[in-house]
């Protein structure tokens, strides 16, 4: 009886740490995600950004243009409600057009929110793609002004 309890006790454990461990969510937006979009004046926008402990590169290509890459820092606090808010600083000063509610609901997808518009990014696994970090334009300061989609 001590054997099976054994073998069925060994059975469940090993069922149960094979599933992937959901982190919390400050940990969990670490990584690169992918968001297509067409909420900037209905033109297709796609974005790539890296999340690392507390920067992040982002690459956006709006339309049929190029990737243009940003860099920077950003904060992730909860507020009053203990909703995540996700704010950022372009390196070049510049904060992000918003501050975004911030959701997830696995390790896989986030969603970020902010005046009215909401976008899904979905994980991406062996990481952002080498013909987008290959071709994008590195954008050092704002000189002129452009859109960023964060």
Do not use: H
């Not at 992918?34 to 982002?58: A, H, I, M």
């Not at 606090?77 to 997830?104: F, K, M, R």
């Not at 793609?129 to 290959?134: L, S």
Request: proline letters at 3%.
């Amino acid at each position: 009886m001590k054997k099976i309890l054994y073998i069925l006790a060994t059975a469940i454990c090993l069922l149960t740490s094979c599933g992937e461990k959901e982190l919390p969510i400050p940990e969990r937006i670490r990584g690169d995600w992918f968001c297509e979009s067409t909420s900037l004046n209905s033109t297709k926008v796609s974005v790539y950004v890296t999340f690392t402990q507390d920067s992040f590169t982002l690459f956006q290509k709006i339309g049929e243009g190029a990737y243009r890459v940003y860099q920077g820092t950003y904060t992730l606090d909860t507020d009053a409600s203990g909703e995540y808010v996700l704010t950022g600083q372009y390196n070049d000063g510049t904060p992000w057009g918003a501050e975004y509610i911030l959701e997830s609901t696995s390790n896989n997808v986030i969603t970020l929110t902010a005046e009215g518009i909401t976008e899904t990014y979905t994980r991406v696994s062996g990481g952002i793609p080498a013909e987008v970090r290959n071709s994008a334009t590195a954008v050092k300061s704002s000189a002129t002004e452009e859109v960023r989609f964060l």
